[in-house]
């Protein structure tokens, strides 16, 4: 049976590439943000339930208009939380199938929000990637180009780092000072450890 982890961390903490690096090990990854714009781009009966709840089309063209879906998620922790409501549980459902069908020893999936969806309840581990708040704030400025004031509002729209770091089994610091292979091996040894 495959030993399943849930990775998460705010806007800038680098989950992505530390799942990146699990996947360069070899550990197939589940990405609930781009599965979830797959669900987003396929399903119709989904694209007019937010086109409903946004008041304008959310695909166009068969392409998903993120700058559309964004602005209604930023606008308020409410309007985050109405399309969350729709989306997590056709997200929810591909993940549950994509895991039953892993034959790996160890599968991950990546979700910025594992604990506020409830996908946690669906994995064996859960892992927070954190960094300092400057830290992460620099790598979005410089990824994205957005101002630090709209990047503020979007991180305290989030679960601050502290709890993600307290409800989650594991922490991997990805501060640019620590070896992030060196914890993902050491994590996957463990893994090994208790499975044999």
């Keep these: 049976m495959t030993f399943s982890l849930g990775f998460t ?10 799942c990146r690096r699990l996947k360069a090990m070899g550990v197939p ?5 781009r ?3 797959c669900e987003m781009e396929e399903n119709t009966r989904l694209q007019t339930q937010l086109s409903e709840l946004v008041g304008q089309p959310v695909v166009l063209g ?11 998620i930023r606008s308020s922790s409410e309007c985050a939380v109405q399309v969350d409501n729709l989306v997590h549980p056709c997200v929810r459902q591909r993940m549950r199938r994509w895991l039953a069908a892993q034959t790996a020893e160890v599968a991950a999936v990546e979700c910025a929000l594992l604990f506020e969806s409830g996908f946690d309840a669906d994995v064996n581990l859960t892992v927070a990637v954190t960094a300092p708040l400057e830290v992460r704030v620099a790598r979005v400025m410089a990824r994205d180009g957005k101002p630090r004031e709209e990047l503020e509002r ?6 601050d780092e502290e709890t993600k770091t307290a409800r989650a089994d594991v922490v991997i610091v990805n501060d640019g000072a620590h070896d992030v ?10 893994i090994a450890s208790e499975k044999s």
């Design 9 to 18: 961390g705010g806007i800038g903490s680098g989950k992505s590439y530390v």
């Design 29 to 33: 990854v589940f990405d609930t943000d």
């Design 35 to 37: 599965e979830a714009r």
């Design 62 to 72: 068969g392409q998903l208009q993120k700058h559309v879906l964004s602005a209604f």
């Design 154 to 159: 979007w991180i305290s729209l989030q679960m």
């Design 181 to 190: 292979d060196l914890q993902l091996r050491l994590l996957l040894a463990s």
